[in-house]
């Protein structure tokens, strides 16, 4: 398993833009997939975004957010533009090994975007 430290969130207004970071500890980070989730006061964690030999990304966030990796740098990114009003939502990188077992996720990163 990896460890995974987010950074980059925070206050940002509607229609504005921001950039999270997840930087990884531990081995083989290149062979990883890996993604971001969000989780909203009282609402299920959600899918966002991966990568791995391609990228994926949940409908609502087409066209304005774009996943990338460092993998030099051991980190993963997550540009958001166009961001929409919602209740500080917490946002989360996730690995998950090749080999299987567990997925790795990190400790959250929040970016509440008033109305």
């Known amino acids: 398993q990896v460890q995974l430290v987010e950074s980059g969130g925070g206050l940002v207004q509607a229609g504005g833009s921001l950039k999270l970071s997840c930087a990884a500890s531990?081995?083989?980070?290149?062979?990883?997939?890996l993604g971001w989730y969000r989780q909203a006061p009282g609402k299920q964690r959600e899918f966002v975004a991966a990568?791995?030999?391609?990228?994926y990304y949940t409908d609502s966030v087409k066209g304005r957010f774009t996943i990338s990796r460092d993998n030099d740098k051991h980190t993963v990114f997550l540009q958001m533009n166009s961001l929409k009003p919602e209740a500080s939502p917490i946002y989360y990188c996730?690995?998950?090994?090749?080999?299987?077992?567990?997925?790795?996720w990190g400790q959250g990163t929040p970016v509440p975007v008033p109305s």
């Open positions: 990568i791995g030999g391609t990228t």
């Open positions: 996730i690995a998950d090994s090749p080999l299987g077992g567990p997925a790795s």
């Open positions: 531990g081995r083989s980070f290149s062979h990883y997939d």
